[in-house]
């Protein structure tokens, strides 16, 4: 069984790690941080801590029973109205108090926007951002929950890490009668097909209109309350 529980600072770097591993044989990754080109590290690292600082998002990490290590993560966007009295006093919705950063991640987190690596393809990388902003401004309501990244890494896939980080924000949003919204990869889709989410629309790129090459596709997907919790989770 793995451990759920809140990432700290000290967790950072395990957590760009995942984020390298999960994503860098896409054509996504391949095309925005060139292999032996560039190092998207600080990027990532910057954009994590960030997320750490944000009071509205819930940065979850999922350890391994034996060693302790951290094997996958998640982000989770609750909004203000998760908060409801109505929920379940075991379902806990209330923030989560913003984990002690040191004032040097403080500073880093500030600099996100600097840390693009040398090398990358920053114009794809702004257009990824837009289109999936343009998805969220169509389809997302007041009061839907955002599961705003899942990630395991490749050699720990199969033997349910997603199950404890999917359920976290499943049964919050449940409690309060919440949709769930995401954007889903490819490799994704099934999983979240399976677990109750259905189709939107869609979002393409084609890297050669940005100097690469191929093309990757996301799935706007939304999640109505009560679905997939009975299901057992391997991925």
């Excluded at 995942?18 to 996504?28: K, M, S």
């Excluded at 599961?147 to 404890?164: F, Y």
């Excluded at 799935?219 to 989770?233: T, W």
Aim: proline share 7%; charged share 25%.
């Amino acid at each position: 069984m793995y451990t759920i529980r809140p990432a700290t600072e000290h967790d950072v770097p395990s957590l760009t790690q995942i984020i390298i591993q999960a994503f860098a044989r896409t054509p996504f990754w391949e095309n925005l941080f060139p292999e032996g080109t560039t190092d998207p590290r600080p990027l990532k690292t910057a954009r994590t801590l960030s997320k750490l600082l944000d009071p509205t998002t819930h940065v979850l990490v999922a350890e391994h029973p034996s060693t302790g290590r951290i094997v996958g993560y998640a982000r989770w966007t609750l909004p203000s109205s998760s908060t409801s009295t109505s929920c379940s006093s075991t379902v806990p919705t209330t923030h989560p108090r913003i984990p002690a950063i040191s004032e040097e991640a403080q500073r880093m987190a500030s600099r996100s926007s600097e840390l693009f690596p040398s090398g990358g393809n920053r114009a794809a990388y702004d257009s990824f951002y837009e289109g999936l902003e343009r998805g969220k401004k169509r389809y997302l309501s007041e009061g839907d929950f955002v599961l705003e990244l899942l990630a395991t890494l490749p050699e720990e896939q199969g033997k349910g890490v997603a199950s404890g980080l999917l359920r976290w924000g499943l049964e919050r949003a449940d409690a309060v009668n919440a949709r769930v919204y995401l954007e889903a990869t490819e490799e994704g889709y099934p999983i979240y097909r399976k677990y109750g989410w259905r189709d939107l629309g869609e979002f393409r790129m084609d890297f050669e209109e940005f100097g690469g090459w191929g093309v990757q596709r996301w799935v706007f997907m939304m999640r109505d309350p009560g679905y997939g919790l009975d299901q057992d989770i391997k991925n």
